[in-house]
């Protein structure tokens, strides 16, 4: 395999696009719903709706359309996705709960403490909603079915 097989690579193309299109959308939807041009969050993780999910979710769709989905790489494919998906609505969403405890318990004691105590807050949007998870899903096996179905 070389480099121009991988830049001809439908299916990596597919996922890496899908990806971006959920980021996009992103900035849009907070430019919609709050008035805020806020480009810094297409680089961000979490938010509605999920880019890892999206990004997932097109490349087993894709797999599933071009190699059947009784194919043991489609079995591979959706067992990764529903790894990212779980894990981004588990682990690094409960990431995002504790980091925004610790940044209030910071402030109270900030407040008590006054000099030389000014830890970094820690970043607090990680995880998703299952709501955010669905909606990049969606998002994922749409752009999945027009790169593979639709696009010759």
């Not at 900035?27 to 961000?44: A, H």
């Not at 409960?94 to 008590?112: I, K, P």
Request: with cysteine; net charge neutral.
């Amino acid at each position: 395999m070389n480099l121009l097989d991988a830049l001809n690579n439908r299916w990596l193309w597919t996922a890496v696009l899908s990806s971006t299109l959920a980021q996009v959308v992103k900035v849009l939807l907070i430019l919609l719903l709050e008035r805020r041009w806020r480009p810094e969050k297409f680089l961000e993780t979490g938010g509605m709706p999920s880019s890892h999910s999206a990004m997932v979710a097109a490349l087993s769709t894709g797999i599933g359309i071009t190699q059947g989905t009784e194919s043991p790489l489609f079995a591979a494919c959706v067992t990764f996705s529903l790894i990212v998906m779980y894990d981004a609505t588990g682990v690094r969403h409960a990431s995002g709960q504790q980091a925004r405890l610790l940044n209030e318990l910071v402030e109270e004691l900030r407040a008590v403490v006054r000099e030389g105590f000014a830890p970094t807050p820690l970043r607090v949007l990680l995880g998703h909603t299952y709501l955010e998870v669905l909606v990049g899903t969606l998002l994922g096996i749409l752009a999945g079915c027009v790169a593979f179905l639709w696009i010759p």
